[in-house]
């Protein structure tokens, strides 16, 4: 920058896998224009790894390699910790050491920033210092920037996400004809999916997401425990066909409201429409669709995970720590401004699809149908698909009304209980 | 906030319109947001209007309405001047002076930035004040920020906007099978479109906002000059049966790409493929799809214009300025690091779709042929799809391979020379 002095920052990372190793790429080969655009250069004093002599893509000084994770926390040197390792423990220590410190914190620790994060905030304001962690959600899609600082005019009033590549990677394929098995394991072939994933095809992943994102939307605190969460491994291929039948994608959506009652937040196997906004969002995209009452409906779509897309979010938040150490400032934007109760998934309305397996005999959909009208839920649509002539089963498809998820869930319960009905094979929530 | 003082920031609006109404209005009613969110409350102390007696939707205190737009400009109680009236002058002496008396500036105005934008940023860098613009482009679409901050490690290689909801708006309506005429009508009704649509449906509109867009992206400057555009008027019905039959729609596409000599930049009515990203942007909707070597495939999605999803974006810029102005700092990103070449028109390359009204004789379709031939454009489907028998013309549809723009100029300049060829009757660029 003409007629400013270059000012150094002082990096301190934890962490050179995936994405710390992208970050420390990025930042070497992007130093010139990063100098050019917001005057400074960032020095890497120390980077904390595991195993000091795996081999890696990004070349590291042995000298500041260290497997003390607490050496480069604790250095006086830095001014900003990188935290890329995830996970909860020992990762919120490190931070929460850090921010005592005095030093900013840049990460992308989902799990941490979505159970702790309105603790490390405040912390982060006492210790006046910077808390980032755009990457945290979405990799490259700057969602969490845009809710704290271009949305701050807009009462945000509902999310609507597809933010766990994994799944939605799983679930294309599924549409496109193969099963979870199969799908799952080329997901696993192309490193899309760890040896365990339970993680993501639980759901689990996409919640800590959600949690992070409604609690920046509705500027309350949502807990990760708060959000109703179910994965995608029950889902069969033939539920992918009768979908698209009707009309409708299966997609992994993270859906988060502010209803009449309060926050209503879950993360479930969905049913929407191929002419919703985010029934196009294919293989590992990730997408976040926001309703808010000035900009009404507003999306961004892109990579939401990898190391590039994830480094780049990472050094954006670099670049705006640095540009307030240059200044002598801090971001300080309250993100928590009331309480608001979060619903109980039970109270919340959906309509849904159903599939059965029945016996093939008279009078078995008349019963279903009783159960549903005893629970207040009636019938949109009813097909009978197709029947195993010789086992003597039916297989019926149910789309339902708006109904409660509790009355739902009883009406299942009920249904099980049927002699007639062999299995309850899918219950899937069904958005318009 | 907890524990600090409110700041009070001084702000002088130049216009009252639907924006600056929109904007007067989102202020007062988010003021307690606003103050929760970052310490900061805003005296709005004078507004310029042209006809201060005009029924307005937003109550202003009439003793702070003034005809008089210099006295908000040379006011020394004001910290920030909100630029709301639009087009060139006399808003960039405005915008210049405020900035030369040491005030923060925030503005909607594409025109004024498109044109002297790299002009205006050195004088605030200079003056030490911040001018900002995300309402220019995209009303609610945080694109401005985005590629200032978010984007900050990315080489973007590629941009392709839909940034004019009036003609989107009426391409959407062509699509659905309505003729210029009438959907242009329906836009002017709806308040879409102005009583002189030129500024819109020309693409003067679209290019001032892929001029900021290009500049933000490359870092170079682009004026909006240097791009090539074309508007929608000769577009007919018939083009948009022709493009669906072959599996496109066609868009009022600004594009620009980094290509081997320069930077290649257009806004062009263009066929883009149904299963391309912003080929499901209906309406008034805008969009932004933005390549990134980092981020690869990003896209931003949502109104862009209307008094709400504009005045979202000045209130969040104002959010921006206040939160500096408390700290005493501006954000200083260097937005121009280097020279970039425009590429000539004439030499960019893409497909194309002509329509061309013919005499129905044998032999006619080789003339037509050998002038492409001869200007080394091939071929890549032909049809021809109906003859009005008794006026003895028939209609000839051609799509070609990659050609460069002059070799197709200069062929349908000798085309239009030949006996047999009685019309050009469409040209559109076509996106792979």
């Known amino acids: 920058m003409e007629g ?5 920052i002082r990096l301190g990372f934890l962490g050179a896998g995936t994405v710390g190793g992208g970050t420390l790429d990025l930042l070497a080969r992007r130093s010139e224009q990063i ?43 830095i001014d900003v910790v990188v935290e890329l390792i995830g996970g909860e423990s020992p990762a919120s220590d490190y931070i929460e050491r850090a921010l ?16 702790y994060g309105a603790e490390l905030l405040d912390l982060a304001n006492h210790s006046n210092v910077n808390l980032f962690f755009e990457a945290s959600v979405g990799g490259g899609i700057p969602v969490i920037g ?34 979870y098995a199969e799908a799952l394991r080329e997901a696993q072939r192309l ?107 507003f999306m961004l779509y892109g990579r939401g995970a990898g190391a590039r897309p994830t480094a780049s979010a990472v050094v954006a938040d ?12 801090i971001d300080r934007v309250e993100i928590v401004h009331q309480h608001r109760p979060i619903v109980d998934f039970g109270d919340t309305r959906s309509r849904y699809y159903l599939r059965l397996q029945v016996t093939d005999q008279p009078g078995v959909l008349a019963q279903i149908a009783r159960v549903l009208g005893e629970h207040e839920i009636s019938i949109a649509s009813v097909m009978q698909h197709e029947t195993d002539e010789t086992a003597g089963v039916a297989e019926i498809v149910i789309m339902t009304h708006q109904a409660a ?8 319960g009920l249904m099980r209980t049927l002699a007639v009905v062999h299995e309850v094979s899918a219950f899937i929530r069904v958005e318009r």
Not at 4 to 8: D, N
Not at 100 to 115: P, W, Y
Not at 207 to 217: D, E, P, V
């Open 318 to 329: 670099l670049c705006a720590v640095a540009h307030n150490l240059q200044r002598n400032v």
């Open 100 to 115: 005592r410190h005095g030093k900013h914190v840049v990460t992308a620790n989902k799990e941490v920033i979505a159970k």
């Open 146 to 179: 845009v809710l704290r600082h271009d949305l701050i005019a807009n009462e945000i009033t509902s999310l609507r996400a597809i933010i766990n590549g994994t799944t939605n990677f799983i679930l294309t394929a599924m549409e496109q004809g193969r099963d």
């Open 191 to 297: 490193g899309y999916a760890e040896a365990d994933p339970s993680n993501d095809v639980d759901g689990v992943d996409a919640t800590y997401k959600l949690a992070i994102l409604s609690t920046l939307a509705f500027r309350t605190n949502v807990h990760p425990d708060q959000i109703e969460h179910v994965g995608i491994r029950e889902l069969r291929q033939k539920d992918f066909q009768f979908a698209a039948g009707m009309g409708y994608v299966i997609k992994l959506l993270a859906a988060a409201d502010v209803g009449p009652n309060g926050i209503e937040a879950s993360v479930r196997p969905t049913m929407i429409p191929t002419d919703h906004h985010l029934a196009n969002v294919k293989g590992v995209f990730n997408a976040v669709l926001i309703d808010g009452d000035q900009i009404d409906k």
């Open 4 to 8: 400013e002095q270059i000012k150094t």
């Open 35 to 77: 100098a050019r655009s917001i005057g400074v250069e960032f020095d890497v004093r120390r980077v904390s790894v595991r195993n000091p002599s795996r081999p890696r893509d990004v070349a590291i000084d042995p000298s500041i390699l260290t497997t003390d994770a607490w050496s480069v926390v604790d250095d006086p040197s």
């Open 405 to 412: 998820e509790r009355a739902m869930a009883a009406a299942l």
